[in-house]
């Protein structure tokens, strides 16, 4: 980069994914790019998300095949990245094994969407995969990573059905309609050293809420989730 741009040789120290604007950002937002921010912008940022918003419920339509229809004032949640151990999405699964905390879950409005490929050689996140598409039919387990099998059976909950969702054959085509049609993205990782995804710019320049904390990871961990279900409806209603 330096040799191509002699203005900023030794300056820079790091190098930071971004993204391509015109294939992640929806037209109608890109149009409010630079414009002044009034209220008829902000209905068109709304009008626009929930026209996206229908989008990614046809998707989950059709990817999934939910046995009871998708309700679209509820707030869905998604969590798209390839699932391995240094993009680890524990705690969600960590909170859905813990009886009260899948109280308050199921108990509030929001709808967990998951969608991602593992590396073909990481079991980890092979492991990580199958424990959340039990989850999408109400199983709750803990996969072993060596053997892929079921190591312990915890719990069904039948109510888990129709708001988990596990999208696994995820490509480039329906990603931005994740991106762009979630109520809030975020990151379900308990590591303190989680890299902040670059890929989140995808639902940030399209005016949906981020949950992460300034390292990238959930800015609340296990002892706290009573109260991040909560949290999260009141950011994105706002």
């Given at each position: 980069?330096?040799?191509?741009?002699?203005?900023?040789?030794?300056?820079?120290?790091?190098?930071?994914?971004?993204?391509?604007?015109?294939?992640?950002?929806?037209?109608?937002?890109?149009?409010?790019?630079?414009?002044?921010?009034?209220?008829?912008?902000?209905?068109?940022?709304?009008?626009?998300?929930?026209?996206?918003?229908?989008?990614?419920?046809?998707?989950?339509?059709?990817?999934?095949?939910?046995?009871?229809?998708?309700?679209?004032?509820?707030?869905?949640?998604?969590?798209?990245?390839?699932?391995?151990?240094?993009?680890?999405?524990?705690?969600?699964?960590?909170?859905?094994?813990?009886?009260?905390?899948?109280?308050?879950?199921?108990?509030?409005?929001?709808?967990?969407?998951?969608?991602?490929?593992?590396?073909?050689?990481?079991?980890?996140?092979?492991?990580?995969?199958?424990?959340?598409?039990?989850?999408?039919?109400?199983?709750?387990?803990?996969?072993?990573?060596?053997?892929?099998?079921?190591?312990?059976?915890?719990?069904?909950?039948?109510?888990?059905?129709?708001?988990?969702?596990?999208?696994?054959?995820?490509?480039?085509?329906?990603?931005?309609?994740?991106?762009?049609?979630?109520?809030?993205?975020?990151?379900?990782?308990?590591?303190?050293?989680?890299?902040?995804?670059?890929?989140?710019?995808?639902?940030?320049?399209?005016?949906?809420?981020i949950w992460v904390s300034k390292t990238g990871g959930p800015l609340?961990?296990m002892g706290d989730l009573r109260d991040l279900w909560a949290a999260?409806?009141?950011?994105?209603?706002?």
């Open positions: 980069v330096e040799d191509l741009y002699k203005d900023y040789a030794g300056k820079i120290k790091g190098i930071v994914n971004g993204i391509y604007l015109p294939h992640w950002q929806r037209e109608a937002m890109a149009r409010l790019v630079g414009q002044a921010y009034n209220e008829q912008h902000v209905k068109t940022m709304s009008d626009e998300h929930q026209v996206a918003k229908q989008a990614m419920l046809d998707l989950i339509r059709r990817e999934c095949k939910p046995e009871k229809p998708l309700n679209p004032t509820r707030l869905y949640s998604a969590e798209v990245r390839r699932k391995q151990a240094f993009k680890a999405a524990d705690t969600f699964h960590e909170a859905m094994i813990d009886p009260a905390l899948r109280e308050e879950y199921l108990n509030s409005r929001m709808v967990q969407v998951f969608a991602g490929k593992p590396h073909i050689s990481d079991p980890w996140g092979k492991a990580r995969i199958k424990e959340l598409q039990a989850l999408a039919n109400g199983d709750i387990v803990r996969i072993n990573k060596k053997t892929l099998q079921v190591e312990e059976y915890i719990a069904h909950d039948e109510r888990l059905k129709g708001r988990v969702f596990y999208i696994l054959n995820l490509h480039v085509g329906m990603a931005d309609v994740l991106f762009q049609g979630a109520d809030v993205a975020d990151m379900w990782s308990q590591l303190r050293t989680e890299a902040s995804a670059t890929g989140y710019m995808k639902s940030l320049v399209n005016a949906v809420v609340e961990h999260l409806e009141d950011a994105a209603l706002r």
